[in-house]
């Protein structure tokens, strides 16, 4: 996603505008305000709406009122997400923030909820919501005085879009709504992992159809739409399979305890270290002062030395001391989510300031190929203990023997 910023906050929810709101809000607005005379007919015929298109489209009122449409359709959107954060917060999952972008809106669970009950009530929230908002509009028609048909039409325009928002969002298209309620449905009497891949892959057919679709019609937002749908899909079903992989592993359990992880003094000249890590075969080492941690040297780190400088420079020159870490108590799914977010390969345990371990990608992938090949993480957590010390350095990502 593009660049976002914070318009304001509901019940303590930050909303946010993405850049990509602003190119669609006025293709919105035209596309409404040109199709008024073809959405005159619908409205009267569905809602009793009695308007006539000569007046709605004098002049400058089509895009005026597209405008108008275009907000109050928006408007609803945040409502139905809204729909969903409210009932989210209720069951103790916390909301991030609800952003507006392109397609629509997104409200930011930081947490995947489990329960199925949980994730059925949440889901279908927010398609309540858009009926609800659809049926407001409506009544709010029946009363406008008809002199006002500008007003009607905009009403008439979002109870109709709204409900049909809320049957779009119902198909069993996962990650939308209609396939977390199918998900929720699936996980009654299966694991959540496996309820998850089969709404997935339901989500990933509905996604080609969509665009199939979308491709005949020449409809470049309901071709952007599957295609979300099935990176949403994919990427969803992917990390609820590692999660539940994961459940219940901690960092300590698969991670290089600490007397096993090969340090180095901020004293140690840059000449001595490379001769280590040629030796060692490390490309990188925690720096030990007294027994704290007080940086990570690398390979990269140490060649910034001009050859013939590097008996006068000391590790303490180059290392670094923004340092990723992680508590030997954290999950070991968190430890992979911080890798992937700040792209790097290994991550420094600490606890109360002190080194007590080093976990890498390595070790979770291993951790994740025993328990998938097993189904324990009993016997994950004994092959960590088995196993000869990480003989691959922490912090930069590197191949673990990158220079033979
Ligand atoms: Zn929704």
Same mark, same amino acid.
Do not use: C
């Given at each position: 996603?593009?660049?976002?910023?914070?318009?304001?906050?509901?019940?303590?929810?930050?909303?946010?505008?993405?850049?990509s709101f602003?190119?669609? %809000?006025?293709?919105?607005a035209? %596309?409404?305000?040109?199709?008024?005379?073809?959405?005159?007919?619908?409205?009267?015929?569905?809602?009793?709406?009695g308007?006539?298109?000569?007046?709605?489209?004098?002049?400058y009122?089509?895009?005026?009122?597209g405008?108008?449409?275009?907000?109050?359709?928006?408007?609803?959107?945040?409502?139905?997400?809204?729909?969903?954060?409210?009932?989210a917060?209720?069951?103790?999952?916390?909301?991030d923030?609800?952003?507006? *972008?392109?397609?629509?809106?997104?409200?930011?669970?930081t947490?995947?909820?489990?329960?199925?009950k949980?994730?059925?009530?949440?889901?279908?929230?927010?398609?309540?919501?858009?009926?609800?908002?659809?049926?407001?509009?409506?009544?709010?028609?029946?009363?406008?005085?008809?002199q006002?048909?500008g007003?009607?039409?905009?009403?008439?325009?979002?109870?109709?879009?709204?409900?049909?928002?809320?049957?779009?969002?119902?198909l069993?298209?996962f990650?939308?709504?209609?396939?977390?309620?199918l998900?929720a449905?699936l996980?009654?009497?299966?694991?959540?992992?496996?309820?998850?891949?089969?709404?997935?892959?339901?989500g990933?057919?509905?996604?080609?159809?969509?665009?199939?679709?979308?491709l005949?019609q020449?409809?470049?937002?309901?071709?952007?739409?599957?295609?979300?749908?099935?990176?949403?899909?994919?990427?969803?079903?992917?990390?609820?399979?590692?999660?539940?992989?994961?459940?219940?592993?901690?960092?300590s359990?698969?991670?290089t305890?600490?007397?096993?992880?090969d340090?180095?003094?901020?004293?140690?000249?840059?000449?001595?270290l490379?001769?280590?890590?040629?030796?060692?075969?490390?490309t990188?080492?925690?720096?030990?002062?007294?027994?704290?941690?007080?940086? %990570?040297?690398t390979l990269t780190?140490?060649?910034?030395?001009?050859?013939v400088?590097?008996?006068?420079?000391?590790?303490?020159?180059?290392?670094?001391?923004?340092?990723e870490?992680i508590?030997?108590d954290?999950?070991?799914?968190?430890?992979?989510n911080?890798?992937?977010?700040?792209?790097?390969?290994?991550l %420094?345990?600490?606890?109360?300031?002190?080194?007590?371990?080093l976990i890498?990608r390595?070790?979770?992938?291993?951790a994740?190929?025993?328990?998938?090949?097993?189904?324990?993480?009993?016997?994950?957590?004994?092959?960590a203990?088995?196993?000869?010390?990480?003989?691959?350095?922490?912090?930069?990502?590197?191949?673990?023997?990158? *220079?033979?």
């Amino acid at each position: 996603m593009f660049k976002s910023f914070r318009i304001g906050s509901l019940f303590g929810i930050p909303i946010k505008l993405d850049v990509s709101f602003l190119l669609i %809000l006025p293709v919105f607005a035209w %596309l409404i305000g040109s199709q008024i005379e073809l959405l005159v007919g619908p409205l009267n015929a569905v809602l009793g709406a009695g308007l006539e298109s000569g007046s709605l489209t004098a002049g400058y009122r089509p895009w005026v009122l597209g405008l108008l449409a275009a907000i109050g359709l928006f408007v609803g959107v945040v409502l139905h997400e809204l729909g969903h954060s409210l009932v989210a917060i209720r069951y103790g999952y916390p909301i991030d923030s609800i952003t507006l *972008w392109i397609f629509g809106g997104l409200a930011q669970l930081t947490d995947q909820p489990e329960d199925w009950k949980h994730e059925l009530l949440i889901a279908i929230a927010g398609p309540i919501v858009s009926v609800l908002v659809g049926i407001g509009s409506y009544l709010l028609m029946l009363v406008v005085p008809t002199q006002f048909d500008g007003a009607v039409f905009v009403l008439a325009y979002l109870a109709l879009l709204n409900v049909a928002l809320a049957g779009f969002n119902m198909l069993p298209a996962f990650p939308m709504d209609g396939g977390r309620v199918l998900r929720a449905l699936l996980a009654r009497g299966r694991p959540f992992a496996q309820a998850t891949q089969i709404a997935a892959e339901v989500g990933k057919l509905f996604a080609l159809a969509m665009g199939l679709f979308g491709l005949l019609q020449l409809n470049v937002i309901l071709i952007g739409i599957a295609f979300f749908i099935y990176i949403g899909a994919s990427g969803e079903a992917q990390q609820t399979v590692l999660s539940a992989a994961f459940e219940g592993v901690t960092v300590s359990d698969i991670m290089t305890a600490g007397d096993d992880v090969d340090v180095v003094s901020p004293d140690d000249s840059i000449a001595d270290l490379l001769e280590r890590m040629f030796s060692e075969r490390h490309t990188g080492y925690p720096v030990m002062d007294d027994g704290r941690l007080v940086g %990570l040297v690398t390979l990269t780190d140490a060649r910034e030395v001009d050859p013939v400088e590097r008996d006068a420079y000391v590790v303490e020159d180059v290392m670094s001391t923004d340092l990723e870490t992680i508590g030997p108590d954290a999950e070991a799914m968190d430890a992979l989510n911080r890798m992937q977010r700040h792209g790097i390969g290994r991550l %420094l345990v600490v606890e109360g300031g002190d080194l007590v371990g080093l976990i890498s990608r390595t070790d979770l992938m291993t951790a994740l190929d025993i328990i998938r090949s097993s189904g324990s993480t009993e016997a994950a957590k004994r092959a960590a203990d088995d196993r000869e010390p990480d003989r691959s350095p922490p912090g930069d990502g590197r191949p673990e023997r990158g *220079w033979e």
